[in-house]
């Protein structure tokens, strides 16, 4: 039983196209992320979810636009795609927003 | 500013002998510290946190970490490394800008030689 499954995993696509990446998480968390890994292995938090609101949106461009249905999911839309967004994204989940967070496997997106 | 940092991109040990990777920080109020591993093309896997009590916090794998409040550090350390604990190892400090988010550091590179 995956507890945070993020869909594809990998995804290679060209520049100004729109994807999406599906989150889920079977945790029973309140508390879902997104997390950008550069090519330097920094990791950055995207945007932060509690019981489906967003609660932090980190200077993100307008482009990256997150979906929550309900609190098990979180879904990350990206419009018009761009080289620099090249990166492998990770869905994450908390009991509550700031403590230990358990991530998915990560998506790898290749923007060409 | 609130931070955290990992001072050493990589550390080498030998297997067999004790391993310490090394976090300071800087946050603002009592800090919630954790330390991550990432094993490559994985996600992230929580090892241990400190919230509060005893200074000397156990995880998994072996793992533990020790909470320095006078130092701000919370090293993470392994009395006796194995060859698989080679990886990528992350540091993280909760601090609050308008909601609590997670802030890491730039990761270590652990490589445990046989």
């Known amino acids: 039983d995956t507890a945070v499954s993020q869909t594809p995993k990998y995804l290679v696509t060209q520049m100004g196209n729109d994807k999406s990446i599906k989150c889920e998480q079977n945790l029973g968390h309140d508390t879902m992320y997104w997390y950008k890994q550069d090519s330097k292995k920094f990791l950055k938090i995207m945007f932060s979810?509690?019981?489906?609101?967003?609660?932090i949106n980190e200077t993100v461009p307008n482009r990256f636009s997150p979906k929550s249905p309900d609190k098990a999911h979180l879904n990350l839309h990206i419009n018009s795609l761009e080289l620099g967004d090249s990166a492998v994204y990770f869905c994450?989940?908390?009991?509550?927003?700031?403590?230990?967070?358990?991530f998915g496997e990560g998506s790898w997106l290749t923007v060409v | 500013a609130q931070s955290v940092a990992q001072p050493e991109d990589q550390v080498n040990v030998a297997e067999g002998n004790p391993l310490t990777v090394k976090c300071t920080y800087s946050v603002s109020g009592n800090p919630y510290l954790f330390w991550y591993v990432q094993y490559p093309n994985r996600g992230l896997q929580f090892l241990l946190k400190y919230i509060t009590g005893d200074n000397l916090v156990k995880g998994s794998y072996g793992f533990e970490a020790e909470f320095n409040k006078s130092q701000t550090s919370f090293h993470l350390k392994k009395p006796s490394a194995l060859v698989s604990d080679s990886a990528l190892y992350f540091c993280?400090?909760?601090?609050?800008?308008?909601?609590?988010?997670?802030?890491f550091g730039a990761g270590t590179r652990l490589f445990v030689k046989a």
């Open positions: 993280a400090v909760r601090v609050h800008t308008g909601g609590f988010k997670t802030i």
């Open positions: 994450a989940s908390s009991p509550q927003s700031g403590l230990e967070s358990y």
């Open positions: 979810y509690n019981n489906k609101e967003l609660i």
